[in-house]
């Protein structure tokens, strides 16, 4: 059983900062690409920012310049450090990572519980 939580989301003022983390657990071959998607209320989830294993990142174009992305692949974790916070920064984050759990099976993808971030003016 692969499991994928967060935290570190919460209320913060416009211009504030805050950094999530997403630790995978369970049992776990190897990890893939990992990173962050968030949904407003209304709105489609989307993609905020990915990395692969190498260390290759890509943000949103609404984002660049204020999150950044890591992750530490010997703790099996993810990182998003947001800085500069907006208004419309304000949803529901989740975690993705492509992971393999056994060398039997496909690379699946999962996802975490999700964490609120709200950003107040």
């Known amino acids: 059983q692969v499991q994928l939580v967060e935290t570190g989301g919460g209320l913060v003022q416009a211009g504030g900062s805050l950094r999530l983390s997403c630790a995978a657990s369970?049992?776990?071959?190897?990890?893939?690409?990992m990173g962050w998607y968030r949904q407003a209320p209304g709105k489609q989830r989307e993609l905020v920012a990915g990395?692969?294993?190498?260390?290759?990142?890509n943000y949103a174009d609404s984002v660049k310049g204020r999150f950044t992305i890591s992750r530490d692949n010997a703790k099996n974790t993810v990182y998003l450090q947001m800085n500069s916070l907006k208004p419309e920064d304000t949803a529901v984050y989740y975690c993705n990572a492509d992971i393999r759990s056994s060398w039997i099976r496909p690379t699946l993808e999962y996802w975490g519980q999700g964490t609120q971030v709200t950003v107040s003016s």
């Open positions: 369970g049992s776990i071959v190897s990890i893939n690409g």
């Open positions: 990395v692969t294993t190498g260390g290759i990142t």
